[in-house]
């Protein structure tokens, strides 16, 4: 049985069986919030659902459908973890990156956060022709490292329905509304500022090609954002 609140966790991590007392689990501990728990164990992070709780959940047919989808910096579910006693499916893990604290983006080279959005461009592409929609990114989910990780699965929502296009095109005003509300404002713009800087941005057309046009070779991303807005 499980017991998240009584310190100690029977569970399987796929085919493995992982039996935790409360000493092992504190040692492991991550984070925590309204609707789970996040454990450290090896290079992945266990996110354990808690039994009561109001906020919709993913549920195991998209975790084990999310998990084939191959991207590089949108963390995918890896495995399925159940109750090893009643095979109750009650969470996922995910792979583990050490986060840095958030600032670090801020002295980033700009070419080198370019690159970096290259390949989350191409992650939106991808998510958008397995019908994934990202309904939501912001600076907690997101894990600074020497790359940057897009870490809560938890908000995405498989639409067959939707078209390939029509999801790309929210994935992509998505992830621009999260550089404009949470990147921007690292380098502690003005309301003033930040307004000017966002308007000179298309909210449906990808952010990063957007920028890629005249950057010094040196200059950092918060040297770039006060650039733009002088």
């Known amino acids: 049985m499980v017991h998240i609140g009584d310190g100690c966790m029977r569970i399987l991590l796929g085919e493995e069986l992982l039996d935790l007392d409360e000493e092992t689990l504190n040692y ?17 992070a266990l996110k354990i659902y808690k039994p009561h709780c109001s906020k ?6 998209d975790v084990i459908e999310l998990s084939k989808i191959p991207t590089k910096r949108f963390l995918m579910p890896r495995e399925v973890i159940r109750d ?3 095979l109750e499916f009650i969470g996922y893990s995910l792979p583990f990156v050490y986060k840095y604290p958030r600032d670090i983006l801020m002295r980033i080279k700009m070419n080198d956060f370019l690159d970096e959005l290259d390949v989350i461009h191409s992650d939106l592409e991808l ?3 397995h019908h994934v929609d990202i309904e939501d990114v912001h600076i907690d989910n997101v ?10 699965p938890g908000s995405f929502e498989i639409k067959k329905e939707k078209s390939v296009g029509t999801i790309y095109r929210n994935n992509v005003y998505v992830f621009n509304q999260f550089i404009k509300n949470d990147v921007f404002p690292l380098a502690k713009l003005s309301k003033k ?8 941005f298309d909210d449906y057309y990808f952010i990063g090609g957007q920028m890629r046009y005249d950057i010094p070779d040196k200059e ?3 040297q770039y954002i006060k650039r733009m807005t002088q």
């Open 220 to 222: 950092t991303v918060r």
């Open 143 to 152: 894990l600074f490292n020497q790359s940057f990780f897009i870490g809560d």
């Open 28 to 44: 492991m501990f991550l984070d925590e919030g309204n609707e789970s728990e996040v454990f450290r164990y090896g290079d992945s």
């Open 84 to 86: 090893a006693d009643t």
């Open 127 to 129: 998510l958008a022709q």
């Open 193 to 200: 500022k930040k307004k000017e800087l966002d308007e000179m």
């Open 56 to 61: 919709s959940r993913l549920g195991l047919d």
